[in-house]
């Protein structure tokens, strides 16, 4: 196996400063005033509103890799994954950016390039920390350590257990285009990166409080877990 560490940022998904995401529901600056004197938004908002923060970009990462996919596969049933991931993530990214207009008044935000933590504890090559990657916001934000294979189980309670004991991880397109068997690393990075969508919306149906959001959260894991367990599947059948 690559010894090269898939690293890929909660991406746009640690956003605005690392650990806050999710991990700001619960915390207190949830119970406190800004200095502006400006009330904030009750945590429940928060969930909902940062899920959809969060889960644009993690989705723009999957559609980056997805039509990489569909010109570098050699496998047919690489090529309607691919085809798959584009169309309904690209569907999911419409729901939620509708969804953001109409209960915010505003477009969604991009990724903060600002927030603490940007670039920093980078896990694997240090040459590469700090260094961004051709798709969205991959490779920014404070990494957690956490064992891989842990990605997907929540661990704390509520939405706490978003940037506990996990891994900070990025994909990587440039090692993807490279690999010598393409649809091996395609498989191999977008494992992971599912993991990670996963958990996300695990969290989001025990706290979102918005119908919408549930009712995605739920759509997003049923589908994703498939194309997990798929892909899995796929990588014992290679490596036979």
């Not at 991959?138 to 939405?159: I, L, V």
Request: glycine share 10%; charged share 20%.
């Amino acid at each position: 196996m690559n010894k090269k560490f898939l690293v890929y940022s909660l991406v746009g998904l640690l956003s605005s400063g690392a650990a806050t995401g999710f991990v700001l529901v619960n915390s207190k600056q949830v119970q406190s005033q800004p200095a502006s004197g400006e009330t904030q938004q009750p945590s429940s908002v928060l969930v909902d509103q940062h899920f959809i923060e969060m889960m644009i970009p993690h989705h723009r990462d999957a559609i980056a890799m997805a039509d990489l996919a569909l010109t570098r596969t050699k496998r047919p049933e690489v090529k309607r994954l691919a085809e798959a991931i584009k169309k309904d993530q690209a569907r999911e990214i419409q729901e939620m950016r509708t969804w953001y207009k109409q209960w915010y008044s505003k477009e969604v935000p991009a990724p903060s390039m600002t927030g603490m933590g940007m670039g920093q504890g980078m896990m694997g090559n240090p040459q590469n920390q700090g260094q961004g990657t051709s798709s969205g916001m991959m490779g920014m934000g404070q990494c957690m350590m956490g064992n891989p294979q842990n990605q997907g189980q929540g661990t704390g309670s509520g939405m706490m257990g978003m940037g506990q004991g996990m891994m900070c991880m990025k994909t990587d397109l440039e090692a993807l285009k490279k690999a010598p068997d393409f649809d091996k690393e395609f498989v191999r990075q977008m494992i992971p990166h599912h993991q990670m969508a996963v958990m996300m919306a695990q969290m989001a149906t025990r706290r979102a409080t918005r119908p919408e959001i549930r009712a995605l959260a739920q759509s997003i894991i049923k589908s994703q877990n498939a194309e997990i367990v798929q892909m899995q599947g796929w990588q014992q059948a290679w490596n036979r």
